[in-house]
């Protein structure tokens, strides 16, 4: 179970540093960019505890896909970026994709 807190986190920490990205406006504003660099060293390093027992295809897709939906998320209550019905329907598609990975699929380790 310690490693899916692991994975939960390192996905925490990458949104965290994405969405700093932005803030940092290239690199420009020092607090920013010293998140960016913290975010993603914390969440590559919890990544690799988590892989420890979780399959990387497993882990890696859940990474990708709650991190799209996430950063997208972010980017609109954050930064005032548009959702629209379509973005909002691939998101869910992506979530959904997650679940059943998570929940129905016999290739992760459960």
């Known amino acids: 179970m ?5 994975l939960a986190l390192a996905i925490i920490a990458e949104v965290v540093a994405t969405s700093s990205l932005k803030a940092s406006e290239g690199f ?7 998140i960016v660099i913290l975010g ?11 892989l420890r027992t979780i399959p990387v295809g497993t882990a890696y897709a859940i990474w ?3 991190g799209i939906v996430l950063v997208a998320a972010a980017g609109w209550l954050v930064f005032g970026q ?3 019905a379509w973005g909002v ?22």
Do not use: C
């Open 2 to 6: 310690t490693n899916w807190v692991f």
């Open 28 to 34: 420009t504003r020092l607090m920013p960019s010293v």
């Open 40 to 50: 993603y060293g914390v969440a590559f390093y919890l990544l690799g505890l988590a």
């Open 64 to 66: 990708a896909g709650l």
């Open 82 to 84: 548009k959702l629209d």
């Open 89 to 110: 329907a691939g998101m869910a598609l992506i979530v959904s994709g997650v679940f059943v990975l998570n929940v129905l699929s016999k290739a992760g380790a459960h």
